[in-house]
């Protein structure tokens, strides 16, 4: 057993990583204490400004049945067994995301799965959440953490190690720990920002409940996801500025007229359309690429706070609950707080770096790629591959969202050995492509998976 338990550690930020890594750390025999800057979101409305709704897939999943919560967290999900395409036309068609029964993800509230998992960690006797305390800054030298405690209007400072920050995108303890030099960052923002507009339950009747909507027009996108109140939360992506972007729709006429060029059938679902285009914020996405991870054993970054990526593949929070998997595997092998955390990034760094990338490369797929007729046959062909070559070859989004077990890095590797071999077997027509030859391919260029793929 490792000489870890026991031992007092705090986590800075009770989001969704945070709020579950304190559950295993707790399992763990763990003493942690949590310092949020929100108030208890059990007792209070959730903050605006972040993703209403988010997909969970295999990877979240699996950390979360780890952490023993996934009864509780399972009534909050409502599957999502495909990608709906609707075309500027009008015509919808589903585009199944995988093809067995188990092959969808799951919509669920941010807030709900965030108060579920709180509650879940306070359970435990051995993890208390301090909430309204904002972390200001980290000091290695004199091994301090700064807070400042809002309820009282104080600040005060703690002994720092060993902290592991969680406090997301922006994080603090990052800031803080870049201006020391103790780290390099580096920012890579999209010229796409996001809105988040509601459907009501009403008018989101006309809209089939178990699937992610896709409204794609090549250089932007319009999004929407369920809840369980029958209400779907939409999300437009689009350029800040240019011809067609933010910065053209400053005005209600503006913003009709746009919907009514672009997505005529979504104008009669959200009546009060212009009235929440004003009031709801634009968020920026962006990718951070953060090196090294850790201080010493002083300090660890995980989840967004280390490696925040852009939401077009649905894994930043199901990549955060798999670094708390790691970390929590990785415990009972360590008798100290810098080998673990030297361990902790050294193993993750490769995967997180490959889900950057797809994440970036499925902006293009879903605001663009899914209307193209080339796109959509080698998808086909690439689940025909799959039923006929099931330890061999699994489709790029199969491995990310249903293949936990396979890692990111290894799924962006075997992703272009399969595309360039699609690319070959794909003969422009609908044609299914010589048999003999695809099997003498799939064989030649794709090792059977050794993690069980299949
Ligand atoms: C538009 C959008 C859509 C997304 N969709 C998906 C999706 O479909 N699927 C998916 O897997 N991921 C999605 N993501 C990504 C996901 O939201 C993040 O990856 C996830 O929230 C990361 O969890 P985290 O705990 O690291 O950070 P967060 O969830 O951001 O938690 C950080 C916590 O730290 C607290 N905090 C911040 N600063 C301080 C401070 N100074 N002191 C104390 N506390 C602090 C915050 O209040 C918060 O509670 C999406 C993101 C966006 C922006």
Known sequence: MSSLRGQPVSVVGAGLAGALL??????RGLKVTVFERRADPRQSEPERGRSINLALAARGMRALERAGVMDEVRPLLIPMRGRLVHERSGRAALQPYGQREHEVIWSVGRAALNRVLIEAATRQGQ???????????????SNTLRLRDQAQRR??????????ATDGAGSAVRVSLAAQGRLQV??????????????????ARALEPQALHIWPRGGFMLIALPNTDGSFTATLFLSR????????????????AFFAAEFPDVLPLIPDLTAQFAAHPQGQLGTVHTHPWQVGGQVLLLGDAAHAIVPFHGQGMNAAFEDCTLLDTLIPEHDDWATLFARFASARRPDTEAIAQMALENYHEMRDAVLDAGFVRRKT??????????ERFIPRYSMVMFHPEIPYAEALRRGALQAGLLEELDAGTDAAPDAARAERLVHERLPPLTSGGA
């Open 381 to 390: 062909l690439a689940m025909a591959l799959e039923r006929r070559f099931p």
């Open 241 to 256: 500025h240019g011809a067609q972007s933010f910065a053209t729709l400053g005005s209600a006429a503006s913003v009709t």
């Open 186 to 203: 580096r920012e890579e923002w999209l010229d796409h920002d996001y809105k988040e507009l509601s459907i009501a339950p009403q008018a």
């Open 127 to 141: 993890v208390s959440v301090r909430f309204r305390q904002t972390c200001l800054a980290v000091d290695c030298a």
């Open 155 to 164: 600040d005060q400072a703690l002994a720092l190690a060993p902290c592991i």
């Open 22 to 27: 304190a559950l295993l750390l707790a399992r």
